[in-house]
Nanobody, 125 residues
Framework: QVQLVESGGGLVQAGGSLRLSCAAS????????MGWFRQAPGKERDFVAA????????RYADSVKGRFTISRDNAKNTVYLQMDSLKPEDTSVYYC??????????????????WGQGTQVTVSS
């Protein structure tokens, strides 16, 4: 079983930045595409960003393009989400997910087999 553990969430003011991390237990992390999703209270879980196994290909939701950057360090079995210019509407629980099937389109919940427990991000106005 692959375990994913998110960290780095917290409370920030609008316009601020946070970097989320997701540490993976799998020995084959370097072969997994990875994604970030978020879910606010009463909302569906939405795609945020995804990255290929190599880190050479990325996908972003329109709502975060230009503000968020996904990256990975395969030597550390870790994927990151750098969030800049945060807005109150970014407030959500953020989840990382592992996709053993390749990046594909990147944004579908059904593309991901393993999920972390989430980390809370709150952006105040």
């Amino acid at each position: 079983q692959v375990q994913l553990v998110e960290s780095g969430g917290g409370l920030v003011q609008a316009g601020g930045s946070l970097r989320l991390s997701c540490a993976a237990s799998t020995r084959t992390f370097s072969s997994y595409a990875m994604g970030w999703f978020r879910q606010a209270p009463g909302k569906e879980r939405d795609f945020v960003a995804a990255i290929s196994y190599s880190g050479l290909s990325t996908r972003y939701a329109d709502s975060v393009k230009g503000r968020f950057t996904i990256s990975r360090d395969n030597a550390k079995n870790t994927v990151y989400l750098q969030m800049d210019s945060l807005k109150p509407e970014d407030t959500s629980v953020y989840y990382c997910a592992a996709n053993p099937y390749g990046l594909g389109q990147g944004g579908g919940l059904n593309e991901y087999k393993y999920w972390g427990q989430g980390t809370q991000v709150t952006v105040s106005s």
